[in-house]
Nanobody, 120 residues
Framework: VQLQASGGGLVQAGGSLRLSCVIS????????MGWYRQAPGNQREAVAS???????NYADSVKGRSTVSGDNAKNTVYLQMNSLKPEDTAVYYC???????????????WGQGTHVTVSS
């Protein structure tokens, strides 16, 4: 199973970005997909997640400014981020909790990270 994230970049404060993460390989069943981020010197933190294709959760820091969504047909999870702030600057990692076909257990998988830089 591989997760490929894209969509990061440099944006001015107040701008928007849309991150995408394509999940490929022996996927089987997906329980949840989501995004984490890690700023320099900080621990990785949860940003947003979508479970069962429709139930979403957001960190307080991005609530109201971000929307997480999933496309099951494309095995892709998105994170639309609006009204970006300099404190949103971080490496964003996509995450999927899934059970590969033929496997007994659910496992966590991570993408390689995409950089988001918000200038003031």
């Amino acid at each position: 199973v591989q997760l490929q994230a894209s969509g990061g970049g440099l944006v001015q404060a107040g701008g928007s970005l849309r991150l995408s993460c394509v999940i490929s390989g022996n996927i089987g069943s997906i329980s949840s997909m989501g995004w984490y981020r890690q700023a320099p010197g900080n621990q990785r933190e949860a940003v947003a997640s979508i479970t069962g294709g429709s139930s979403t959760n957001y960190a307080d820091s991005v609530k109201g400014r971000s929307t997480v969504s999933g496309d099951n047909a494309k095995n892709t999870v998105y994170l639309q981020m609006n009204s970006l702030k300099p404190e949103d600057t971080a490496v964003y990692y996509c995450n999927a909790n899934l059970r590969p076909a033929g496997a007994w257990s659910w496992r966590n998988y991570w993408g390689q990270g995409t950089h988001v830089t918000v200038s003031s």
